[in-house]
């Protein structure tokens, strides 16, 4: 899947820009309202009337809820929106639910499959509080899905962001953010 982002103006830090990825474009800076795919408090044709170009869900609940239906009509037609759509790898589950059984290839995969535009790599949220061994935990485990999954699906077309853990561990998140860095 095609993906550039332009810059259009500067201003001291701050940048215009557009994205484009997978024909669909996407003016920065912007908001990816989050909606449940299943349960959508405000309609998708709301959030396009109110001028949003782009949307993220979560992968996992699609999986979970709504799989045959998605793989059958992509993710796009599934929720009836043709902007830019982001996936989240439903990692932050793990903090509400447990541990969901599923593997950086099963959620890779799918996301690839439903034909997502941008989509997040399996991570484990380092969560509020956690221990600075916790937090050295679900930076090494999200670190290790990133790099697998860019290694095993970055060719497929979908374009993948990997999550930056870290927690109050400042230290931790810097490592993260460069890991992910030197891995793209």
């Known amino acids: 899947m095609p993906f550039s982002f332009e810059v259009k103006d500067t201003d001291l830090l701050g940048r215009v820009g557009v994205l484009r990825v997978g024909g669909r474009t996407l003016e920065t800076p ?9 349960d ?6 709301e959030l396009r009337a109110m001028g949003f170009r782009g949307l993220m869900t979560n992968s996992y609940i699609v999986w979970s809820r709504r799989r045959d239906e998605s793989l059958r009509r992509g993710i ?3 929720l009836g929106f043709d902007g830019v759509l982001m996936t989240d790898s439903g990692g932050y589950q793990v903090l509400e639910y447990g541990d969901l059984d599923v ?7 799918f996301q690839v499959e439903i034909g997502s535009d ?5 991570d484990r949220p380092t969560g509020y509080p956690q221990s600075r061994r916790a937090a050295e935990e679900s930076v090494e485990y999200s670190l290790k899905n990133a790099i697998a999954t860019l290694r095993e699906y ?4 979908t374009v993948w962001t990997g999550p930056v853990q870290g927690g109050l561990y400042g230290d931790l998140v810097s490592r993260s953010a460069a890991s992910l860095w030197k891995s793209s």
Do not use: F, K, N
């Not at 912007?30 to 299943?38: D, E, F, M, Q, S």
């Not at 959508?40 to 044709?45: E, G, K």
């Open 76 to 78: 796009h037609e599934m």
């Open 40 to 45: 959508q408090a405000v309609p998708i044709d």
């Open 103 to 109: 593997g950086y290839r099963d959620v890779a995969s």
């Open 118 to 122: 941008l989509a997040v790599t399996l």
């Open 154 to 157: 970055g060719h497929e077309g």
């Open 30 to 38: 912007c908001l990816l309202p989050v909606v449940h795919p299943v």
